[in-house]
């Protein structure tokens, strides 16, 4: 056990005497209240039934400890008890978070159901006569702040039964052990792994840290469900390392609590983003059949001419892989091409895959947005700007942003910003709306990524402000995904609840392959620099992301890692 005396909430050194409490999160809720939505099956009536277990989102919460870092320097977390639970249901496990974000999180309750009830279902082999939820044996101390003041933060792990896993952390403003009747742990064959995720807390040179977690596992087809607790140890811990705590499991196949048809569309017509393009956005978004109308060709391997599409592509090749074999490319004539390279705004439309998330505990609402063309990158080197000729253009661009709602009370929780190789998920807090609770979305000039806000967003060296620019600006060019979308797929409502576009299943390039002459735009550019500024040709190209040398088509939504498998961050 090791003591840390900046850690301490009334440490000397902060800018808060020893009589005032550091500043405590403050609730977030979304700009309008969350509607009634239609009737259905398990769908936001708060409780979701995981097999052997059921299970509540508390998000109400009684400060236990509060601590500041590094002497003030940097805000540190507080640490939450779970407050509320409904009787029969047992707490898993404290909340933390950072005090410099509003108060929005969760943690679960469970209870046992009854072994008979016909809600109950096992996907699994199991004569286990043992309970579901068990009382911890006792708890060992992980760390504390300091042993010989009072109001420190002591932190306990449950010590589960054999059989059983500890669900999470719990902290103590006093040295005594918690009491077992605390939490509860849960049947192990009722749980999954989890890991590491974002870093809530480092405490200077001490070796003490706090994490949130993650199922290992997830995916449309993965089971881990997050308690909402958080993780913490004194020696260093791998992203990927299994922890001493776990997850729970959702053993329901049915997956009640996902939304059904109509409760999908009242999702989208009250949380639909309306996404902004900039100004000066001369690659347009289309709908996927004004394309396949206004000439887009399917090309073949060894055929010199391309075929017209039908516009519902009912003419591709369907399923299979990736092999090279076809393309699509923009029409053969100059003024067919000039003409599709500027989209049509007027015919965009979101296409929308809605699928389990978080073992089917969220809804992520998937939008999916075609832009016929890709325009060339925009780089920045220093205090320069320089338009490229044809770096970056390609065929064809998806890119897409995710709704993220929660299934026990319908409520909009992330979005999922895609930026190119990559993205980052951003908390409802820290969203833009544009009318109650619709977010706006900002997609970037030619390239086409989103973000949550305006501004210009560098991808390469932010250090050394060399890399392309994303500029992102709000204009008259936009896009209301609450009233202009098409449902093209949503697998766990079962077959023949919604019909997937013929062009969905054209898993080859929607683009040619293209291989830029780099070196000599390169050449062009660094010639352009003042002499002591100036870099190598191979410094720059280690600078630059890889895919502005060349550009392989890009492949429609299901051929992306998403389509089944969580966001990339």
Request: glycine share 10%; net charge negative; proline share 7%.
């Amino acid at each position: 056990m090791l003591g840390c005396e900046c850690f301490c909430w009334h440490d000397k050194h902060s800018d808060y005497d020893e009589f005032t409490p550091l500043p405590q999160p403050q609730p977030f809720s979304l700009p309008s209240p969350i509607p009634d939505w239609p009737p259905g099956q398990g769908f936001a009536t708060g409780k979701i039934n995981l097999g052997e277990l059921e299970v509540v989102k508390i998000t109400k919460f009684e400060s236990v400890w509060s601590c500041d870092s590094l002497h003030g320097k940097a805000k540190g977390p507080t640490f939450f008890k779970p407050v509320g639970i409904p009787d029969g249901f047992f707490c898993l496990g404290y909340y933390c978070q950072p005090n410099d974000q509003p108060l929005r999180g969760y943690v679960l309750v469970a209870r046992e159901r009854e072994g008979s009830t016909p809600e109950v279902y096992r996907d699994y082999d199991s004569d286990s006569d043992f309970p579901a939820l068990k009382k911890p044996v006792n708890y060992s101390l992980i760390w504390s702040s300091d042993l010989d003041r009072n109001g420190c933060g002591f932190f306990w792990v449950p010590n589960a039964p054999m059989g059983y896993k500890a669900m999470g952390i719990l902290v103590t403003d006093t040295p005594e052990e918690p009491d077992d009747d605390e939490v509860r742990c849960v049947r192990e064959d009722l749980t999954e792994t989890c890991e590491i995720k974002d870093t809530i807390h480092v405490a200077g040179a001490d070796p003490f840290q706090v994490w949130n977690t993650r199922p290992c596992k997830r995916g449309i087809c993965c089971k881990g469900v997050s308690v909402g607790t958080f993780f913490c140890s004194t020696y260093l811990v791998s992203e990927n390392e299994e922890l001493e705590i776990a997850c729970l499991k959702n053993l329901d196949p049915t997956l009640h609590a996902m939304p059904d048809l109509n409760q999908i569309h009242a999702l989208i017509n009250h949380y639909g983003a309306t996404v902004f393009f900039h100004p000066d956005e001369d690659c347009l978004p289309s709908s996927v059949q004004w394309f396949f109308k206004n000439g887009a060709l399917l090309y073949e391997d060894g055929e010199l001419k391309g075929k017209s599409i039908d516009y519902r592509g009912s003419n591709l090749p369907s399923g299979g892989t990736n092999d090279g074999a076809f393309w699509i490319d923009l029409p053969g004539d100059n003024n067919g091409r000039d003409n599709v390279k500027k989209g049509n705004l007027e015919s965009a439309e979101l296409y929308v895959h809605v699928k389990p998330a978080v073992g089917g505990t969220f809804t992520d609402i998937v939008m999916w947005i075609f832009c016929p063309f890709n325009g060339p990158a925009n780089l920045k080197i220093g205090v320069m700007n320089i338009q490229m000729n044809k770096l970056g253009q390609h065929v064809s661009d998806w890119e897409h942003f995710t709704l993220r709602i929660s299934n026990f009370t319908g409520e909009l929780w992330q979005v999922y910003f895609s930026q190119h190789s990559g993205g980052e998920w951003v908390d409802a807090f820290d969203l833009e709306y544009i009318e109650g609770n619709k977010p706006i979305v900002y997609s970037s000039r030619h390239g086409h990524a989103s973000f949550p806000h305006p501004g210009t967003y560098l991808q390469g060296s932010v250090k050394l402000g060399i890399g392309i620019r994303n500029d992102a600006a709000r204009s008259k060019y936009f896009v209301d995904s609450s009233t202009r979308y098409k449902i093209i797929a949503a697998e766990y409502l079962g077959d023949g609840v919604v019909t997937e576009p013929c062009w969905l299943n054209y898993m080859r390039e929607w683009g040619p392959t293209i291989v830029y002459d780099s070196r000599s735009e390169l050449d062009r550019i660094i010639n352009m620099l003042p002499f002591f500024v100036r870099f190598s040709v191979e410094n720059i190209f280690d600078l630059f992301p890889t895919e502005l040398y060349g550009e392989e088509g890009p492949t429609g939504p299901k051929e992306k890692d998403n389509w089944e498998g969580d966001e990339r961050c």
